[in-house]
C-alpha cells in the first residue's frame, strides 16, 4: 500500500500540536507502508511564484519516508508518479486542495484531520485578511465534501464543524492525538515536591483570547495563597496582562519559551497543575501529555479532552471562572489530592500512546 501525507512538515524539534501528530504518524506508517511526505513553499517573502507552481526540493529530515516540498504543479505530477493508494491530508494546508484532481486518474482514498476549524479561527481572528479568508474558506470546504474520511480529535472538535459544515457522520472518525513515550518516563521519574507553593503550568499564545488567559489570571488573582504560574509561549503578553500580573503578589509569573519534546517532558516533573483555559480547544495535546507526566489537568468544558477526565479522578472539568478558583483552592488545601490525582492522570499513556493511537490509523488504511 502507498501512502502519500499532505501537510506541513516541521523538520526541527518544537512543534505545534498538528505538526506533531503530522510527524509521529507518519514516521509510524512509513515503518509498514511505502509512504511519501509532500510540504509547500509557504513563505513568500522567501520563495518566488516560480517556486511556488513548479518547485521542488528534497528533505532529508527524516530518515524513515520521503519528503518533499513542492510547488502547485510539481506536487500533482508527484502524485500522478507516486501512485497511492491513500492521501491523507494530515495538517489543514491550502495547497494541498490541488490533490484533489488526483481523483480524475486513478481511485484514491482521501482522509483529512480535522485539527481545527478554519473558518470559525478567521472568524475571531480581527487580523486575518478577507483574502485569506475566501481562501480558507474555499479550501476547507472542499475538505470536508470531498474526502472520504474526517479524523476529529473528540466529539466538540465535530460539533465545531457541524455549525459551518453539513457532512455524513458515515465517514467521521473520531482519533484522538498520541502521548509521546517522554512524558511516560517523566511521569514514572517524577518526585514528591515538600514545597507549599503551587506550580501551574499553561500553553498557548498569551493574546488570543479564546486561549483563556487572561481569565486564568482573573481566577489566580482570588486566590489568598502563592502560585507560580509557567507560561509556555514564544509570545509575551499585551501590557494589559502584564499589569494584572505585576500587581498580583501571590502570582510568581515565569514566561518559558517553547521547548523540544525531551525538554518540556523534563520540565513538567516538578509541576502540579496543568490548567488548559480555552473556549475554543479542539483536543489539546498539551493537556494530555501533562497527565501522563503527572500533572492533575484542569480543563475547561470546551477543551475536546475533556471526555478522557473523570472529574475528581483524574482530573478536574470546570464551566466559569469561580470553578476553576475553586479548583485550584481544592488541590492547595489537600496536597494528598493532588498526589492521588496525579497517580491517576498518569494512566492516560495507556490508552494514548502514540502506537495505540497509531493502531486506528492502520484501520483507515485498510
Known sequence: MRILFAGRYNDGDTFTGPEKVAKRIFSSASEEYDTAFVSYFFDGRKYGI??????????DSDESGKVFRFGLISVLIYALRFKPDIIHI????????????????RKVKFVYNVHGIAVYENSINQNAQSGIKKRDSFCEKMYFKYSDVLVFLSEISKQTARKFYDFNDSKVVIIPNGIDKEFHEAGRNRKERNENILKIVFIGDLNKSEKGFNELISALSKLEFRTELYAVSNNKPDNDISGKIEKNDNVIFYLINKMDTERYAEFLMDKDVYVSASSYEQFSIAAVESMAAGLVPVVSSETGMSSYINNGINGFVYVNEEELTGILKKLNSDRQTVSTISENAKLIYDELNIDNVFRKYKELYK
Open 90 to 105: 494530515i495538517t489543514y494546508e491550502r495547497f494541498a486542495v490541488i490533490l484533489f484532481l488526483y481523483k480524475f486518474f
Open 50 to 59: 516560480i517556486k511556488k507552481i513548479f518547485g521542488k526540493e528534497t528533505l
